[in-house]
């Protein structure tokens, strides 16, 4: 599907809109307070509830268990409630148990079964948001406007990720206390809420549910993804690149630790290079589309995502040598990763209605998240079997496999 060329009006910059400004900067600091809790969660299970590993193991577990039960439930919700309130009431939800969890720990009430109930429901919140964000996109800017918007939107998040860390660890090394890390995640929740109440532009009211029941809806969603060739072949596409990234990811740190001299330390920064390298291609997909055409730069973005991080283990020589390669071979790929992501929810936002986006959204997800886990048991066999190196290989080879679907993929974008 091509769409019309966009008017005069869709070129100034969407910086201009108070409404998405206020939107994206709420929560760009959401996802920065959300980092902290990433570094600080596990470090006050461990630090103040002297948790073993199989402790820490359930906390982690409870944080994304809901992203593997919640979201087909989250997707029928989304449709059928305006999106703004719903992302209001989610954010107010984690505001207040994120900030009982340091609360309680200075109080000496915490123990690791709540905190492990906390981490679930926060979770649930947190799954419920995010199909809610994406489907709330499309009405919050013109439909025209969309990869300019999840440009900036997804460069956020990259800031998010690439700073948010560092920060959490300097604030928990500084304060000698992960609670206070977590009350600085509960006050972002809070800033995100108050941003959301300033957005005055009214979103479309929501089909009636009539007598549908949720199953039914769910049902629907489901029919949809499986039915609707973009939507499917894009589903598959990240099904297969997720996978394998999560295999690179677990192959990885096991070739930088345990099999060459370039270590930890090279290790860490190539992970640095990453979220660099994802934030600039996140801010440059406008200009790119604008000079190349959507089609193109999505296909490059395909075809880059799933074969730049070849430069990984191929990398020899020096320890030097392989660690600047390996920056290199990250900030490359994850340029090419944040871009096709980017145009990936433009085209998932395009070609759904309405009605289903937040069905469409949360069904595709369930395909994505569902790749992790099997893709991580396989790098880690791959390289207790055949060793890391193999194993990176493997990886690359099964994110190349997401190229396959790119041809059911490339109608849907438009050629200007």
Not at 16 to 29: H, I, M, N, S
Request: net charge positive; aromatic share 8%; hydrophobic share 50%.
């Amino acid at each position: 599907m091509t769409g019309e060329a966009p008017s005069a009006a869709s070129k100034r910059s969407l910086w201009r809109d108070r409404d998405f400004v206020a939107f994206c900067l709420g929560q760009g600091v959401s996802m920065m307070g959300t980092q902290f809790t990433v570094v600080a969660l596990p470090l006050l299970a461990t630090q103040t509830l002297h948790a073993d590993g199989t402790g820490l193991g359930l906390v982690q577990g409870s944080v994304y268990a809901a992203y593997l039960v919640v979201p087909l439930l989250a997707g029928a919700l989304v449709d059928r409630r305006a999106k703004r309130p719903l992302m209001i009431m989610c954010d107010s939800v984690r505001f207040l148990l994120v900030l009982s969890v340091p609360l309680l720990a200075w109080a000496d009430m915490l123990n690791l079964a709540l905190l492990c109930l906390i981490a679930l429901v926060t979770g649930c919140c947190t799954v419920i948001f995010e199909v809610a964000h994406m489907a709330y996109v499309p009405a919050l800017v013109s439909r025209d406007r969309l990869a300019e918007a999840n440009s900036w939107t997804t460069s956020t998040e990259g800031a998010a990720d690439l700073f948010g860390p560092a920060a959490a660890g300097l604030v928990v090394q500084a304060t000698k206390s992960p609670p206070v890390a977590l009350v600085v995640d509960a006050f972002s929740y809070l800033l995100s809420v108050f941003s959301l109440l300033t957005i005055r532009r009214r979103e479309p009211e929501p089909e009636p549910a009539g007598d549908r029941t949720v199953l039914a809806d769910i049902g629907e969603g489901l029919r949809y993804v499986a039915k609707e060739r973009t939507i499917r072949s894009l589903a598959i596409q990240g099904f297969f690149f997720n996978g394998g990234s999560f295999a690179f990811l677990v192959a990885f740190l096991l070739h930088a630790t345990q099999t060459q001299e370039a270590g930890a330390g090279w290790y860490g920064a190539s992970l640095t290079a990453a979220g660099l390298g994802a934030f600039l291609g996140a801010t440059q997909v406008p200009k790119l589309i604008e000079r190349y055409g959507e089609r193109r730069v999505f296909a490059v973005s395909v075809v880059g995502s799933a074969v730049l991080f070849v430069i990984v283990p191929a990398a020899s020589g020096s320890a030097v040598t392989m660690g600047v390669m390996w920056l290199v071979g990250f900030f490359l790929a994850n340029i090419a990763v944040s871009m096709c992501n980017v145009l990936s929810y433009t085209l998932r936002q395009r070609v759904t209605p309405d009605n289903l986006l937040g069905r469409m959204s949360a069904s595709v997800r369930l395909v994505l998240f569902a790749s992790i886990p099997v893709g991580s048991l396989a790098g880690g066999l791959i390289s207790d079997s055949f060793g890391p190196r193999v194993a990176l290989f493997s990886a690359v080879a099964i994110m190349a496999l997401s190229i396959v679907p790119l041809r059911a993929i490339l109608p849907a974008c438009r050629t200007t």
